[in-house]
């Protein structure tokens, strides 16, 4: 009976692959290529683009007491020569919430991500990522706020 089933077993895996082709797949086009504008209107790309220069991506807040807030601004810089449009950021959890600008950021020009990490509820070491969807190459950039939060143990009177 082990026989059957070994030589069956054979005969579905060689039934199973017999459709693929042996070529190669040709290489995907990334998706970040259709995300920015100048490819869509046949401009050479590299020369209008903007791009993001942080002054930092990871802030560590140190250690703070369950319920309290922290606060961090993510300052950055235009550093392409294009309007730089921040259309989404997410947090990765609902304790952490950020801002940021709404109107284009001009090349050369300054703008700010705030982020705000709120603790309630929350005890141990803690790592939030904050993710920018935007007109750059490649079109994410993830910032991190992180540090401990110690619970509080609260007096119930009797």
């Not at 082990?2 to 995907?28: D, M, R, W």
């Not at 090349?107 to 007109?135: H, Y």
């Amino acid at each position: 009976m082990k026989k059957y089933l070994v030589i069956l077993f054979g005969v579905l895996i060689t039934a199973c692959n017999s459709g693929k082709s042996t070529e190669e797949t040709p290489e995907k086009i990334s998706p970040d290529a259709v995300n920015i504008s100048a490819t869509a209107s046949g401009e050479n790309e590299a020369e209008k683009r903007p791009a993001f220069e942080f002054t930092e991506t990871n802030y560590d807040f140190g250690t703070i007491n369950s319920g309290q807030e922290v606060s961090h601004d993510y300052r950055f810089k235009n550093t392409g020569n294009a309007d730089l449009i921040i259309s989404q950021v997410k947090a990765s959890c609902g304790c952490t919430q950020p801002k940021y600008p709404e109107n284009p950021i001009p090349p050369g020009e300054e703008g700010v991500i705030s982020v705000t990490f709120r603790s309630e509820g929350i005890a141990g070491q803690v790592v939030k990522d904050i993710t920018i969807l935007a007109n750059t190459l490649p079109t994410t950039k993830v910032l991190t706020i992180s540090g401990e939060v110690i619970k509080v143990n609260k007096k119930v009177s009797p």
